[in-house]
């Protein structure tokens, strides 16, 4: 990749090409709504109630499903969110779909389940459901895939799992979401293949009996996949498809974790010239961008909040001013890993004496090729002499 910083200093203004396709980022509210329902797994007619919902990066965040199952988090804009359902037990009601109604009641023990790791960009995000299995299926899973467990049953590493799911499905409500799946057999689209970033082992599908196939090459009707044994770290996962496009998830994996990226999020099927949902790509976001003088070169220092490895691109320009020659520089694909990391640019010495205003535009990558454009001002300092 050309990393080389790229200047031009010209006596008119410059038109600079952003990143083909990218996404402008929100700046809505400080705080946007997670909403979804937590339901046994394989029993879409027994939801979990009064279970914890929590996030992983924010501990003192939670909320609690009701008797139908239905949970709403509040959680912060612009950031990394990894809500999660703690494993727990208790007296559940099997419900009729048509009109929740009881009809008769259950004991049972579910597992703690993780959700994807979504960014929040202004937008409320629905239908994030926790497909969560009782202790049956989830046995008989560990058992069909050979997972090495711990002493509390957990898997030693990591487990991803996503459904590669119809278009039909997301965008409604629950039962609906139900009725489509009972009217589909399944809500997956066949066909589709998986890759990881960084790379892994490769997964496994699942065949349209919805069992784990290691001779299935791709998805089958059902549309699961599964990794196992993942080492801790975050990874996106990226499914195409030679007739069906994909939206791309992040999937953030430590010990003992089972993300289960499912329907209608995860790899959800996208519609002809269709974007996927801003909180599906781009686990990161500019925290800070900062103008300083060293000696006898002024820089811009970018600050990035990154949740997995992106490519960070963008363009700096004077804001005009009379007499004043248009300024424009271009950095184009830094590599950075996941974390707190630093960007730094390097100016050209022109107009010792002037204080510069600037306005930077910063482009974030993932490896599915989405990106979001966030913009900046900041003033460039006078040089000495």
Not at 286 to 296: G, T
Not at 354 to 375: C, E, H, M, N, Y
């Amino acid at each position: 990749m050309n990393r080389k910083l790229k200047i031009i200093l010209t006596g008119f203004c410059a038109a600079i090409a952003l990143v083909a396709g990218a996404q402008t980022a929100s700046a809505a509210g400080k705080t946007v709504t997670i909403s979804g329902k937590a339901y046994v797994f394989g029993h879409m007619d027994t939801p979990i109630s009064n279970a914890p919902i929590k996030v992983r990066e924010f501990p003192k965040i939670s909320a609690t499903t009701d008797e139908i199952g239905d949970y709403k988090l509040k959680v912060p804009n612009d950031t990394n969110v990894t809500p999660y359902i703690p494993s727990g037990s208790g007296l559940l009601t099997k419900r009729n779909l048509d009109d929740y109604s009881p009809k008769g009641q259950v004991q049972t023990h579910w597992n703690e389940i993780d959700l994807q790791t979504f960014h929040t960009r202004g937008a409320d995000l629905v239908n994030a459901n926790f497909q969560t299995p009782a202790d049956g299926e989830y046995a008989g899973l560990k058992a069909i895939l050979s997972v090495q467990s711990g002493a509390d049953g957990r898997p030693t590493q990591c487990a991803i799992v996503t459904t590669a799911s119809v278009r039909s499905v997301r965008g409604v409500d629950y039962r609906t979401f139900e009725a489509k799946t009972a009217e589909l057999h399944g809500h997956g689209v066949p066909g589709g293949t998986s890759i990881e970033y960084p790379a892994l082992d490769g997964p496994t599908y699942f065949n349209k009996q919805v069992i784990p196939d290691k001779n299935q090459l791709e998805t089958s009707e059902d549309g699961g996949i599964v990794w196992t044994e993942v080492p801790a770290g975050t990874y996106r996962i990226v499914t195409t498809s030679p007739t069906t496009r994909f939206a791309s998830f992040l999937a953030t994996c430590a010990p003992g974790r089972v993300v289960n990226a499912n329907p209608p999020w995860g790899a959800y099927q996208l519609s002809k010239g269709e974007k996927p949902l801003g909180a599906s790509n781009v686990a990161g976001s500019v925290e800070k961008v900062k103008a300083y003088r060293k000696h006898k070169t002024r820089f811009i220092s970018i600050r990035v909040n990154a949740g997995e490895e992106l490519t960070v691109s963008g363009t700096i320009k004077n804001i005009r001013k009379p007499g004043v020659p248009a300024v424009a520089a271009t950095f184009e694909n830094r590599r950075i890993k996941g974390g707190i990391r630093t960007v730094k640019v390097s100016m050209p010495r022109f107009f010792q004496r002037a204080r510069i205003p600037v306005k930077v535009k910063v482009t974030l990558q993932d490896a599915s090729g989405v990106s979001f454009t966030s913009t900046h001002r900041v003033t460039l300092p006078k040089l000495k002499k």
